[in-house]
């Protein structure tokens, strides 16, 4: 079965810089997509970036784009969010999700999320 772990989160000030681990155990599939999900109080589940494992393509959502990158590492397993210049609106509950398909989803599994607080 697949598991995905995610690290890195904390608190900082805003301006800082955080970065996010997801490591899975298992394999998923030949190829497939990562991504990076938040979800904050009172706001809607906004998938943040995503990357697809066979050519490492990327995509970012307005709100994150030019400040967060994501990163794979196929030999360990594991994706990487690197998130600078954060604002206190980047606060919230960071998940990573795997597709074995589409990076539009449906995603099959997801970890117990990490939370990032920005001040």
């Known amino acids: 079965d697949v598991q995905l772990v995610e690290s890195g989160g904390g608190s900082v000030q805003a301006g800082g810089s955080l970065r996010l681990s997801c490591t899975a155990s298992?394999?998923?599939?030949?190829?497939?997509?990562m991504g990076w999900f938040r979800q904050a109080p009172g706001k809607e589940r906004e998938r943040v970036a995503h990357?697809?494992?066979?050519?490492?393509?990327?995509h970012y959502s307005d709100s994150v784009r030019g400040r967060f990158t994501v990163s794979q590492d196929r030999a360990k397993n594991t994706v990487y969010l690197q998130m600078n210049s954060l604002k206190p609106e980047d606060t919230g509950m960071y998940y990573c999700?795997?597709?074995?398909?589409?990076?539009?989803?449906?995603?099959?599994?997801w970890g117990q999320g990490t939370q990032v607080t920005v001040s």
């Open positions: 999700e795997a597709s074995r398909a589409y990076c539009s989803g449906p995603y099959d599994y």
């Open positions: 298992g394999i998923i599939s030949s190829n497939y997509c």
């Open positions: 990357i697809y494992s066979d050519v490492g393509s990327t």
